[in-house]
């Protein structure tokens, strides 16, 4: 591998991305599975870097996954993006940032084809003032909320109390990055990096210390794949797509898996999960899996958040063998309680993955 | 050029997607669907290409339309700008408005996608809402989601969610009269009109098939025909 | 009076074109840009369709051109058209008057890198058929001996996303070429080509072609989509095999990947001063495609060779020598009544 040749590409692909003043839009996914990142990510760039970030009740979503699950037209998918623009022009803002990576794909494609076809962005802006009586508006900078963290990774950096290094050897941890397919493999000048080697999740991983871990299904789908999940019968593409990128990052011995979009994580944490309890196969050390996190999770670890504020013990791999890789602290009996410190009970204990 | 062809290039997927293959099979190559089922998008944009009507009203009917996970992978590959992803969603709502989807295993599916997602978009605002998702239908979510199902209040209160409470943050309770927007949309754009459909091919499979709706739901979410696969 | 004529370019079609003229009796000075004549012909090793050495018929040709004024390392730094003459400034300070101008200014390989999944310049293994006549040239060998090795056919070219739409012509018989010598440098080698069509067009191509398969190399039909590195360093390779419609891996030592052809940068920097028109595909255009091949819209300036589009060693000679010709009767209508 020569590291060069990925600079070279990664100059290329350099994105527009404003400092500050953003509308903030939730994903459906990450808002289900891990409402704490949302959370974190509001309170890093609010809180900790001073950004002004506005969230309004008022958005919805923005329909991406009923439309591929093909339930919904095409115009009603555009209408309804065009109601979350126009929310965000209501509320004074012109950047746009969005916590799904297909809500993102799914703008980007949308602004294009109207770009293409002004006849139809012509009708969405009178479907929009037919049903929601709102101005027709777009974007001036559309942004997925990887990006602003990716901008923001070294002051991130510069607050953070600890990095992606092994404690005990001082190396660097191995990190496997997975980005959503529809961050930038339709648009590749739409991601940082572009489709074949992105850089937005590798320049977090670098500036906190981490070393980036290449394999060859690296760019595979985690095989969310819409209803080849949502129905039971399909979900053995789903599971198999997973296994396959497991078996092939399993010889480079990654220590987590660091993720862009809302479903990969669920699903690249899940399967892991079935395939242990149904094949007896895990792929982390020990028999524990391979811990896969949000980039909000990962910013949240080093700059020395709580793990149980973050939400790390819902997640089905357990955490704790990295958490003591890396030497951040957490105590086990508050993983399981909660807001008040009710205590919670115990999931159940998987019978094969630790 | 045949009469279901002329409708598929009303969609503008279609139009985006569509410019000539030159059948090199780069799309195939890495597709997540051709390695696991009997599928080759390839040949699905050599065959909308020709144009022939009586091949492609038999792709409307078939499975093979319904196989594809939308990733759209594809798109970055093509050297001529083709979008095999994007021509799968235009056949996909042409096999539906012309009904020919009730003629496969896959396509009879769009009963139970169209009934789940699109309430809760217009019941709760969201594609996915947390408290819908039951570990029941869903084992593979873990024994840590069983937790979270049964203590999904506490969890969401504790991980800084919002969950059906009023004002912004995560899994809020959106207002009844954004609502009621979406609604609005869902009825001038088509959507309600092709929601009730699939709905009412649906039932009349069910009732063909002396089912109660349970049942021909749970039949559509399990069933799965050996021949689907490669392997 | 001997007319002086300026080639500029010498590759193959600025050398053969300088010898005939030389010998036809005019003053020719040539311009090239590189170190040494010869071109792309000078990094090869042996040519199709036959493996004869690149360096015979490069020694052929400049046996050719003992009588013609030859700069190398030099560029054109300025060139304009005066009364009926050109006026051109040399980089080596040189200021020459041409009554007829050849451009010969020939090709650039298309930069494989750009091909951005292919990995070239990233993945150690990947390499371009122009690293690969290298390799033969010096006589390297690869340690340890390849298990398999793989040839891509149309990198950059009939690919619209890549900027250029065009087949190159020559990379078909030159990736089977290739995987003939390297099955006989490792006969125990699995050698692949991936190719969309094989172009193999020209006299005993096909020969070579029936040559490679009885040498047991396997013709996959379909494009080469990703590429990438494995644990132990070896490339996995993913194309559609599209006789059978199944996606396949294939895991290889090496990857030479068969670099097309695109207009020359320096050709065309020649091109902008003197207004010359460039088609779509940025190669430039003959005054007409049948009867006017090597004459440009500019009375006096000729074309020869792959300034015009993708062309064979034999195509550009023959190109050569018809510019020639119609430089000498250019110079006999027009400055000799």
């Known amino acids: 591998m020569i590291y060069e040749g990925k600079k070279k590409i990664w100059a290329e692909y350099q994105k527009e991305i404003p400092e500050d003043h953003y509308f903030y839009v939730r994903s459906c996914i990450r808002q289900s599975f891990f409402p704490a990142s949302e959370a974190t990510f509001l309170d890093i760039t609010r809180n900790k870097l001073g950004k002004d970030i506005f969230e309004t009740e008022h958005h919805t979503t923005c329909g991406g996954i009923a439309y591929h699950s093909d339930t919904i037209p095409q115009e009603t998918v555009m209408t309804i993006i065009a109601r979350q623009f126009a929310l965000m022009h209501k509320y004074g803002y012109e950047n746009y940032v969005c916590s799904c990576i297909t809500s993102f794909g799914l703008y980007c494609e949308t602004m294009e084809t109207w770009r293409e076809y002004p006849e139809l962005q012509q009708k969405i802006a009178e479907n929009l003032w037919k049903s929601c009586h709102l101005e027709f508006a777009k974007p001036k900078f559309l942004v997925h909320a990887s990006d602003l963290i990716f901008k923001y990774r070294m002051q991130i950096a510069a607050k953070s109390k600890y990095k992606l290094v092994n404690k005990n050897t001082g190396e660097p941890l191995r990190v496997v990055e997975h980005i959503g397919c529809h961050y930038s493999k339709m648009f590749p000048s739409k991601g940082v990096g572009g489709a074949e080697y992105p850089y937005v999740l590798v320049g977090m991983v670098e500036a906190w210390g981490g070393q980036i871990v290449d394999y060859p299904e690296r760019r595979h789908c985690c095989g969310f794949g819409f209803r080849q999940y949502f129905i039971k019968g399909n979900r053995g593409y789903s599971l198999s797509n997973t296994h396959k990128k497991f078996e092939s990052m399993e010889p480079f011995k990654p220590d987590m898996i660091i993720t862009n979009c809302p479903g990969c994580p669920y699903f690249l944490d899940r399967w892991q999960y079935v395939i242990a309890e149904t094949q007896g196969k895990t792929y982390g050390q020990d028999g524990h899996g391979i811990p896969v996190f949000t980039y909000e999770e990962v910013a949240g670890l080093v700059m020395g958040y709580d793990p149980w504020d973050l939400g790390l013990q819902t997640h089905q791999v357990s955490v704790e063998p990295l958490l003591d890789k890396i030497g951040i602290p957490y105590d086990p009996a508050k993983k399981y309680l909660g807001k008040n410190g009710k205590y919670l009970g115990e999931p159940q204990k998987p019978q094969c993955l630790k | 050029m045949g009469k279901l062809y002329d409708r598929l290039m009303k969609d503008y997927r279609l139009r985006e997607g569509l410019n000539a293959c030159i059948n090199c099979g780069t799309c195939t190559a890495i597709c997540p669907a051709a390695e696991f089922y009997r599928y080759d998008p390839r040949r699905i944009v050599d065959i909308v290409q020709h144009q022939d009507d009586a091949q492609i009203e038999e792709l409307l009917k078939s499975d093979t339309i319904w196989y594809c996970g939308e990733c759209l992978s594809c798109v970055t590959r093509c050297p001529r700008k083709n979008a095999a992803g994007l021509i799968i969603m235009a056949l996909r709502s042409l096999s539906i408005q012309t009904g020919f989807f009730m003629e496969s295993e896959k396509g009879r599916q769009m009963y139970l996608l169209c009934k789940d997602l699109n309430h809760n978009i217009l019941n709760y605002g969201y594609c996915i809402y947390a408290r819908a998702f039951k570990y029941d239908a869903h084992l593979e979510a873990g024994v840590v989601w069983q937790w979270v199902e049964k203590n999904i209040d506490e969890v969401f209160d504790r991980l800084g969610g919002n969950l059906d409470k009023e004002g912004p943050g995560a899994m809020r309770k959106i207002p009844q009269k954004d609502l009621d927007e979406l609604k609005k949309i869902y009825d001038i754009t088509g959507a309600t009109e092709m929601l009730e459909n699939v709905k009412n091919a649906g039932l009349k499979k069910a009732e063909e098939l002396g089912l109660t709706e349970e049942e021909y739901c749970q039949k559509i979410y399990t069933e799965c025909s050996p021949k689907h696969f490669n392997h | ?337």
């Open chain 3, 1 to 337: 009076m001997k007319n002086n004529i300026l080639v500029i370019g010498g590759g193959p079609a600025g050398l053969e074109a300088s010898a005939v003229l030389s010998r036809m009796g005019y003053n020719v000075i040539l311009a090239e840009k590189e170190k040494r004549l010869g071109g792309h012909l000078a990094k090869w090793d042996r040519l199709f369709p036959d493996q004869t050495p690149a360096k015979e018929v490069l020694d052929g040709l400049l046996d050719g051109i003992k009588d013609v004024k030859c700069f190398t390392e030099t560029d054109v730094n300025s060139i304009n058209l005066l009364d009926r003459s050109f006026n051109a400034m040399l980089s080596n300070g040189i200021t020459i008057l041409a009554d007829a101008v050849l451009l010969a200014s020939g090709f650039d390989m298309f930069k494989a890198e750009k091909k951005e999944e292919y990995g070239y310049g990233i993945y150690d293994g990947v390499m371009t058929n122009a690293d690969m006549e290298q390799v033969f040239r010096e006589g390297k060998t690869f340690s340890p001996a390849p298990k398999a090795i793989g040839f891509v056919h149309c990198v950059g070219s009939r690919d619209e996303k890549a900027g250029n739409p065009a087949c190159s012509k020559v990379c078909c018989a030159t990736a089977v070429k290739q995987a003939i010598e390297t099955k006989e440098l490792y006969p125990e080698a699995n050698v692949y080509c991936f190719y969309m069509d094989l172009r193999m067009f020209g006299r005993h191509y096909e020969d070579l072609y029936l040559r490679a398969q009885k040498a047991g190399i396997r013709f996959i039909r379909g494009r080469v989509s990703e590429v990438a590195e494995t644990s132990e360093g070896r490339l996995l390779v993913k194309a559609e095999d599209t006789l059978s419609s199944r996606p396949v891996k294939v895991t290889l030592d090496r990857l030479v990947l068969m670099a097309g052809m695109r207009p020359s940068e320096a050709g065309h920097k020649v091109g902008r001063q003197l207004n010359l028109s460039v088609e779509e595909d940025g190669f430039f255009s003959s005054r007409d495609g049948f009867l006017s091949l090597q004459k440009s819209k500019l009375p006096g300036l000729f074309y020869a060779g792959a300034c015009t589009g993708p062309k064979t060693l034999p195509d550009t000679f023959h190109e050569a020598r018809s510019a020639a010709m119609e430089i000498d009767r250019y110079i006999k209508e027009n400055f000799r009544k």
